[in-house]
């Protein structure tokens, strides 16, 4: 391995211990009873490798549960939803009618209120992939963060970028050597 090549190993969080179809909160807490998913995950995972994760508390939950003590990046964190940020899409559907619909028929560049559209979480996660280190590093973040860093290393529209499923606590890995990216897998299982 050059001194520039990085290797990312990238871990969707656990799923939220909460009700579903729910905008969550960064404090909403991870759902940490997969313990043999955990430990299959921590055997996946290169030794000794720098770990980082958006301060949201599942992301740092399923980190500790996988024996990592991780360096927060807020440039990590998931897509702002503004005021949309602990509703449900129930509650939001029917206060804002056809405006939620739109949102959801071409998410990647609308903003929802006080919030930022995907595009801007991609621009985002680019600030945050230039601050890291070369050789493995282990990163502990959301969907969006997946997708968007997706995004990027396909040189993908971020429309084409939405369209990947990424399940909690699934592994993707994504290598960068001499300046290219190359996908290894996604969203394993």
């Known amino acids: 391995m050059t001194r520039t090549e990085q290797h990312l190993w990238l871990i969707r969080h656990a799923p939220v211990a909460g009700p ?19 430990a299959a995950l921590r055997k996946a995972l290169p030794a000794d490798a720098p770990a980082y994760a958006s301060p949201a508390q599942r992301t740092v939950d399923t980190a500790h549960a996988l024996g990592l003590d991780p360096m927060l990046q807020s440039d990590f964190r998931e897509q702002g939803f503004g005021e949309w940020t602990g509703r449900t899409h129930a509650d939001l559907e029917a206060e804002f009618g056809d405006g939620y619909a739109t949102f959801w028929h071409s998410p990647a560049r609308r903003r929802p209120p006080g919030g930022e ?25 959301h969907s969006g963060t997946i997708r968007a860093i997706l995004a990027i290393a396909l040189e993908t529209t971020p429309e084409a970028a939405l369209r990947f499923v990424v399940a909690p606590l699934s592994l993707t890995r994504i290598d960068r050597i ?4 190359r996908i290894r897998f996604v969203n394993r299982r």
Request: glycine residues 6%; charged residues 25%.
């Open 20 to 38: 579903r179809d729910v905008i969550h909160p960064p404090e909403a807490p991870a759902d940490l009873a997969d313990t043999a998913r955990f």
């Open 117 to 141: 559209s995907f595009v801007d979480q991609i621009e985002r996660v680019r600030r945050g992939l230039a601050q890291l280190p070369a050789g493995d590093t282990v990163l502990v973040v």
């Open 178 to 181: 001499a300046g290219s990216w």
